[in-house]
């Protein structure tokens, strides 16, 4: 088996990104770019060693780092430098060299940087460059640039160790790529697919945007919401706002809607904004016999507002009759109407209590709703 090192280099000041911490020591959802990369090449098979090269100011950082710590220079090829210059005593078969300002790195670009050194001496991720290119010297175009060809480079870059150190040793330039050292060596690059997600952090707003990429900005709401009408005498029911023939009616201020109060009292609860009653109080005689449905607009109206969205809806109505299943379709239309949602987002189901309880005994129907709300 190989013996693969990582160099991951984490010296630069990261003064582009603003603020007082290098950007590569911002936590993004409470773990700092550093340490995810840090985690990505520990979680690789093929990886047998790990070095981090920091700046001295910050050594305490790298409490806990699962990786050999190297002090870098003051631009980044010293950094690399003093990292191949560690790895010199016991040198690896495969070095490869990551920005640490990549948090969203995966398995599967290191595994094909690694792959593609059976067969050249070095490397190294890039994406076509799909926008077109322009020059505009003064802010203004004075040519479109060919794009054929082009790619947007990515790190790890991967090298033959021996042929790395040797390219290091020959180059007279202060390169800012190592590709661009190995290339003035005669190295030939191979490139392999690189990874939308594979940012590096440069301004501010890509903190957000790795974020994004890492799923680690996602805000899941779940409620739950449960309601029970009792029957009184009458000809039909409304369930999710769809007329079902029965030979009772179900008692209630509103309409009884129990399926629709049920969803309704689920969308509160993930918002944390009470229910039904808080929102239309039953004490005021104008929402006696209200359409349920103007309930469920109202929470989804405010859902909305809080700028989140309905992933899904499930709901169960409880009950030995009416037979729920033939009117389930015309349910889950009417509530895709009234939510917005796509009809493989909503699910009506039924259940009865075996004859056990007040819904077994035909006393009433119970209803039990589950949402998932999330941030957008
Ligand atoms: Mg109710």
Not at 187 to 216: M, Q, Y
Not at 275 to 300: C, M, N, Q, Y
Not at 340 to 367: C, H, N, Q, W, Y
Request: hydrophobic content about 45%; glycine content about 8%.
């Amino acid at each position: 088996m190989l013996d693969i090192a990582v160099i991951i280099v984490a010296a630069g000041r990261g003064l582009r990104a603003g603020g007082a911490v290098p950007k590569q020591w911002v936590p993004l959802a409470g773990i700092s770019s550093v340490a995810r990369s840090i985690a990505t090449f520990q979680d690789h098979p093929a990886i047998s060693r790990i070095l981090l090269v920091v700046h001295p100011d910050d050594l305490a950082r790298t409490k806990g780092l699962a990786a050999e710590i190297v002090i870098g220079g003051a631009e980044r090829y010293l950094s690399v430098q003093a990292g191949l210059a560690a790895l010199a005593d016991t040198p690896p078969d495969l070095v490869l060299i990551h920005d640490a300002a990549r948090p969203a790195l995966t398995g599967r670009v290191i595994s094909d940087v690694i792959a593609a050194l059976d067969d050249y001496p070095a490397a190294a991720p890039g994406l076509p460059v799909s926008d077109s290119l322009w020059r505009g010297p003064d802010g203004v175009v004075s040519a479109l640039e060919d794009r054929t060809a082009l790619y947007r480079a990515q790190t790890p870059q991967g090298f033959h160790f021996r042929a790395l150190q040797k390219a290091y040793e020959s180059s007279e330039t202060a390169a800012t790529d190592d590709v661009a050292i190995a290339r003035a060596a005669g190295l030939n690059v191979k490139i392999v697919p690189g990874d939308p997600a594979n940012i590096k952090i440069t301004t501010p707003e890509d903190f957000a945007r790795v974020e994004r990429a890492l799923g680690a900005d996602m805000d899941i709401r779940i409620g739950n919401g449960f309601d029970v009408h009792a029957f009184e005498p009458g000809d039909h029911v409304v369930l999710c706002g769809v007329k079902v023939p029965h030979d009772r009616s179900l008692k209630g201020h509103s309409d009884a809607d129990v399926g629709m109060h049920a969803i309704t009292d689920a969308l509160y609860g993930a918002m944390a904004e009470g229910d039904i009653g808080r929102h239309f109080p039953p004490s005021e005689a104008r929402w006696k016999d209200a359409d349920s449905a103007v309930f469920l607009r109202h929470a989804t109206a405010l859902v909305a507002e809080k700028a989140f969205t309905i992933s899904n809806i499930d709901l169960t109505l409880i009950c030995e009759r009416p037979k729920i299943t033939p009117h389930a379709k015309a349910m889950i239309e009417n509530l895709a109407k009234l939510t917005g949602l796509g009809a493989d987002r909503i699910s009506v189901k039924a259940t009865t209590t075996e004859e056990r309880g007040f819904t077994g005994r035909g006393e009433g129907i119970a209803a039990l709703a589950s949402v998932v709300l999330v941030r957008k």
